[in-house]
């Protein structure tokens, strides 16, 4: 095989949606399909690099602006992508601003997007796994988190007969998701989604939660929806309850002020989610474990970048989770086994996820963790078949921006989304 077979031949996007129950969240409600992007990226010998993003129609725009622009680079020039990706997607200001703007997490998810893709040509190329080209594994497998959500049993307008968790509404039914949970992966830590209902009522629900699994770490994320008066109220509640608490409230200066009085590490994928964030972070003491995401770090030599980071300062150092397919999956378990300092279970969202995209189907959570997929680069190829009906779901399912407050108000047409809501 000669170098110049190396070269990129053509890169194809490929939006698709697939099945989502309604899971609750400070935001609304899911909406019943969720829409990604799978990017593949094919070279002149017919090597084919695959990576997975978001599916909105921003996203969808920025990949569109760079593909042509990679065409004839090599998959082992990651700076020649970044240029293209700095040259086609538009700068929107500072990249150290609290809540940067769009541009900046436009431009770092775009070379995430395809960054993914080429590291998984690199794999096949040196006919070695995603983690040994991203200088090799420190552990085997990654753990996972248990990730709970309240949800309503079915969607509204969309019954999806795949979908049968229920309803779950209460601590009791909360305890009884958890338990389908670990039974069925084996997860050894469990996350509630909060900031749906009124604080006390949530903290009832890890409480029972603590009652049924007394060994399993507990975390709660209210994204952001309380207020700092109410964090400092609920915190003797918290206190010993959690192994971390993410995002109680709203912003990087909140999270520094709850730093001041919450007896646990604070978390967050929310206030710092970009290198320029870091400093003020810091500076603030507002947080002490950082859930990376390679989708919006900028990939994934950016989440062990920010892993480093971390070790310098003494972060914690997690993963954050949207809903995602396998190719995601892969990617984020590539690059978990190669961060001496994951500090916890990650999270994912991929126990919600009926459909699948990747050959042989779901990858297996088992004993609360998974290996990567084995075999050159991200060790997972693509369902042919299985693409095109996630495509034609895209197509025919109307959504093209995720909106829970939109879903949300079909049930309660008053809803409103503004935080800190307790
Ligand atoms: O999917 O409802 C959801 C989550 O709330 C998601 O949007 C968050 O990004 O899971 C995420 C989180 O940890 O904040
Ligand atoms: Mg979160």
């Known amino acids: 095989m000669s170098r110049a077979d190396h070269r990129i031949a053509g890169v194809r996007v490929t939006a698709i949606a697939f099945r989502d129950p309604p899971l609750l969240n400070v935001a609304g409600v899911h ?11 094919e070279l002149e010998n017919g090597l084919v690099g695959l990576g997975e993003s978001y599916g909105d129609l921003a996203t969808l725009a920025d990949l569109e602006r760079v593909r042509a622009a990679l065409v004839g680079l090599s998959p082992f020039d990651l700076n020649g992508l970044t240029q293209a990706v700095y040259g086609a997607v538009p700068p929107i200001g500072d990249p150290g601003a609290l809540f940067p703007p769009a ?22 190329i040196a006919g070695l796994p995603l983690h040994a080209i991203l200088g090799g594994a420190v552990r085997d497998r990654v753990p996972y988190s248990a990730y709970l959500f309240y949800k309503f049993a079915q969607h509204r307008d969309a019954p999806d007969p795949s979908d049968d968790w229920g309803e779950v509404l209460t601590p009791e039914q909360i305890v009884g998701e958890a338990r389908r949970m670990v039974d069925q992966y084996g997860f050894g830590s469990i996350k509630l989604k909060a900031g749906v209902f009124e604080p006390d009522a949530e903290i009832d629900a890890l409480e029972a939660l603590r009652a049924a699994f007394p060994g399993h770490p507990l975390r709660i994320d209210p994204n952001g929806g309380w207020s700092v008066e109410t964090t400092r109220r609920l915190m003797p509640r918290l206190d010993g309850l959690l192994e971390y608490c993410e995002d109680p409230v709203n912003s990087l200066h909140e999270m520094g002020e709850v730093a001041t009085f919450a007896p646990m590490p604070l978390a967050t994928n929310m206030c710092t989610i970009a290198f320029g964030h870091i400093p003020e972070t810091i500076r603030l003491n507002a947080v002490q474990v950082i859930l990376s ?46 961060i001496p300092n994951l500090a916890y279970a990650c999270d994912t969202h991929y126990p919600w996820q009926s459909d699948e995209v990747i050959e042989g189907g779901k990858l297996a959570i088992t004993g609360g963790a998974l290996a990567p997929p084995t075999g050159p680069g991200l060790g997972v190829r693509l369902d042919r078949a299985a693409l095109a009906r996630l495509h034609r779901n895209y197509v025919e399912c109307g959504l093209r921006k995720r909106d829970d407050a939109a879903e949300m108000r079909k049930y309660d047409p008053g809803f409103n989304p503004a935080r800190p809501r307790f």
């Open 31 to 41: 909406e019943p399909w969720a829409l990604r992007s799978i990017i593949e990226v």
């Open 103 to 124: 541009g900046d997490k436009a431009r770092a998810t775009t070379v995430g997007a395809f960054e993914v893709a080429f590291l998984d040509l690199q794999g096949q």
């Open 293 to 338: 995401d390679h989708h919006y770090w900028g990939g994934l030599r950016a989440t062990q970048h920010l892993a480093w980071i971390g070790r310098v300062f003494g972060l914690g150092i997690s993963m954050h989770s949207n809903s995602h397919l396998g190719v995601s999956l892969a990617a984020m378990t590539h690059v978990g086994v190669t």
